[in-house]
């Protein structure tokens, strides 16, 4: 069978300009590309795609491994010949100048953030620090190193990911005579939506959480950076994601591990709020597209036109875990506890990704069913996984192991 990486390693192909260092061949690779948050949720799924799908990319994973960001996430690439990890601070301006001489990176794809509402309704500093100033320090770096070349910005890309959060919180509203979720082509061909409008790529920003307003705030740096200085950016705005690898301080994967305890389901006020959920290897589907082919300077909403009330989702990953586990189905809805609703809770997401759909033709590939069904199958496989996340060892471990670096 064809193996990228043998040819990779075969002493024959390494290209004219390999450099030698210390003995080791380190290659000449097509494409230098620095991916910020690679440990963490979608950061990892992220990386699992380039790298493997890419073994002419030498990808970088640059992560400050916050309780959020754990290598375990990526132990089936770390050997790789084309994977790097870097643990750095984005806010560290003089290291990601380093970085970027270093690797000589032409392309960014930054995920690295602080993600969660509820932490920031906490701590907003902790937000405005890495979310803004992060994103500025790695913005500048990269500028200052792609102006440096005598190519300019030419062949490089500054990718930036954020959320649906910044336009704000939609309604839910339903055609007289017609419960929700109701069938509207206002989106898409098949969108069960729970109300008449959604999020399009020019829709006013209204961020509500400082969690939204962090991330609406580096937006606005990407596309100054574009303006001013003309760097090739480019920024997508997603919604909910789910699937294997996301903190246990996020719905899903709290509830399937309280679930599997036997533990309360805190469910926000009434628990009828409503988010768009897609899968996160579709997520990774669609940055790989839009870094490879969206138009710079441009746009792109992503979204799984797949809307639901949370109280909705939480029946159905109660039902799912109790059928995998052999309890009788729907048995532990009786763990559902409605507390305190998260103050300023925004009513509803959903995106409207028919642009990305039409220009560079993605589209989400799993039904929910199945998607949920593979998630929530995840979790309970990798038991020892969640326990390590939970425990905290994995953050001891961490700091041990790079504390010398
Ligand atoms: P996550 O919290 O799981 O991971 C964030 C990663 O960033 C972690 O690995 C963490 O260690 C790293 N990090 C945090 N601060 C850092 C710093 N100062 N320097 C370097 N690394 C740092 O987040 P996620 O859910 O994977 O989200 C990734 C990105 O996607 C974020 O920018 C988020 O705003 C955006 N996003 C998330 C969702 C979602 O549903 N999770 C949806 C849309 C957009
Ligand atoms: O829309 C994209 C955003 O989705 C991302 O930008 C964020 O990084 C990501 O965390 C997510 O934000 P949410 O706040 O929507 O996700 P979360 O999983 O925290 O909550 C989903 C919904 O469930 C929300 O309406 C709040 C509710 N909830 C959440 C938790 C953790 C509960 O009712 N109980 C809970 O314990």
Same mark, same amino acid.
């Given at each position: 069978?064809?193996?990228?990486?043998?040819?990779?390693?075969?002493?024959?192909?390494?290209?004219?300009?390999?450099? !030698?260092?210390?003995?080791?061949?380190?290659?000449?690779?097509?494409?230098?590309?620095?991916?910020?948050?690679?440990?963490g949720f979608i950061g990892?799924h992220?990386?699992?795609?380039?790298?493997?799908?890419?073994?002419?990319?030498?990808?970088?994973?640059?992560?400050?491994?916050?309780?959020a960001?754990?290598?375990?996430?990526?132990?089936?690439?770390?050997? @790789?010949?084309?994977?790097?990890?870097?643990?750095?601070?984005?806010?560290? !301006?003089?290291?990601?100048?380093?970085?970027?001489?270093?690797?000589?990176?032409?392309?960014?794809?930054?995920l690295?953030a602080?993600s969660h509402v509820d932490r920031s309704?906490?701590?907003?500093? =902790?937000?405005?620090? =890495?979310?803004?100033?992060?994103?500025?320090?790695? #913005?500048?770096?990269?500028?200052?190193?792609?102006?440096?070349?005598?190519?300019?910005?030419?062949? @490089?890309? !500054?990718?930036?990911i954020s959320t649906d959060e910044v336009y704000g919180a939609l309604?839910? =509203?339903?055609?007289?005579?017609?419960?929700?979720p !109701?069938?509207?082509?206002?989106s898409?061909?098949?969108h069960h939506a729970y109300g008449?409008?959604f999020f399009?790529?020019?829709?006013?920003?209204?961020p509500h959480s400082?969690y939204s307003?962090?991330k609406?705030?580096?937006?606005?740096?990407?596309?100054?950076?574009?303006?001013?200085?003309?760097?090739?950016?480019?920024?997508t705005n997603c919604s909910n994601n789910y699937g294997p690898y996301q903190f246990p301080e996020k719905l899903i994967p709290l509830f399937i591990?309280?679930?599997?305890?036997?533990?309360?389901?805190?469910v926000y006020?009434?628990g009828e709020n409503v988010r768009d959920w897609l899968y996160v290897e579709d997520h990774a589907?669609a940055i790989?597209?839009?870094?490879?082919?969206?138009?710079?300077?441009?746009?792109?909403n992503i979204g799984g036109f797949n809307e639901w009330k949370n109280i909705d989702i939480i029946?159905v990953v109660?039902?799912?875990?109790?059928?995998?586990?052999?309890?009788?189905?729907?048995?532990?809805?009786?763990?559902?506890?409605?507390?305190?609703?998260r103050?300023?809770h925004d009513a509803r997401y959903a995106i409207d990704s028919?642009?990305?759909?039409?220009?560079?033709?993605?589209?989400p590939?799993l039904?929910f069913?199945?998607g949920i069904?593979r998630t929530v @199958?995840?979790? #309970?496989?990798?038991?020892?996984?969640?326990?390590?996340? =939970?425990?905290?060892?994995?953050?001891?471990?961490?700091?041990?192991?790079?504390?010398?670096?």
């Amino acid at each position: 069978m064809y193996d990228p990486y043998l040819l990779v390693k075969c002493f024959s192909l390494i290209p004219k300009k390999a450099i !030698f260092a210390e003995n080791n061949i380190i290659m000449e690779f097509k494409r230098n590309i620095i991916i910020t948050g690679g440990a963490g949720f979608i950061g990892s799924h992220v990386v699992r795609l380039f790298v493997n799908k890419y073994p002419e990319y030498h990808i970088i994973n640059l992560d400050k491994l916050t309780y959020a960001g754990n290598l375990a996430n990526l132990k089936d690439v770390e050997d @790789k010949p084309n994977y790097t990890f870097v643990r750095a601070d984005i806010c560290d !301006f003089d290291k990601m100048c380093e970085l970027m001489t270093q690797y000589r990176v032409d392309g960014v794809i930054h995920l690295a953030a602080e993600s969660h509402v509820d932490r920031s309704i906490k701590d907003p500093f =902790t937000f405005a620090q =890495t979310n803004v100033m992060g994103t500025l320090s790695l #913005l500048q770096a990269a500028k200052l190193y792609w102006e440096s070349l005598p190519e300019g910005y030419e062949g @490089k890309r !500054f990718y930036h990911i954020s959320t649906d959060e910044v336009y704000g919180a939609l309604k839910l =509203t339903n055609p007289e005579g017609v419960e929700s979720p !109701f069938t509207t082509k206002a989106s898409s061909d098949h969108h069960h939506a729970y109300g008449k409008d959604f999020f399009t790529e020019d829709k006013k920003y209204q961020p509500h959480s400082p969690y939204s307003a962090s991330k609406a705030s580096s937006d606005h740096f990407v596309r100054a950076f574009h303006d001013t200085y003309g760097m090739p950016t480019i920024v997508t705005n997603c919604s909910n994601n789910y699937g294997p690898y996301q903190f246990p301080e996020k719905l899903i994967p709290l509830f399937i591990n309280n679930i599997r305890h036997r533990k309360p389901l805190p469910v926000y006020g009434k628990g009828e709020n409503v988010r768009d959920w897609l899968y996160v290897e579709d997520h990774a589907r669609a940055i790989d597209l839009i870094f490879h082919k969206g138009n710079v300077a441009d746009t792109y909403n992503i979204g799984g036109f797949n809307e639901w009330k949370n109280i909705d989702i939480i029946k159905v990953v109660i039902k799912t875990v109790d059928r995998l586990l052999g309890r009788p189905e729907g048995a532990d809805e009786d763990l559902i506890t409605h507390v305190t609703d998260r103050l300023g809770h925004d009513a509803r997401y959903a995106i409207d990704s028919r642009k990305l759909q039409k220009e560079l033709g993605w589209e989400p590939s799993l039904q929910f069913e199945e998607g949920i069904e593979r998630t929530v @199958k995840w979790y #309970l496989d990798h038991q020892d996984w969640m326990d390590n996340v =939970t425990s905290g060892d994995y953050m001891k471990y961490y700091d041990d192991m790079y504390k010398n670096r």
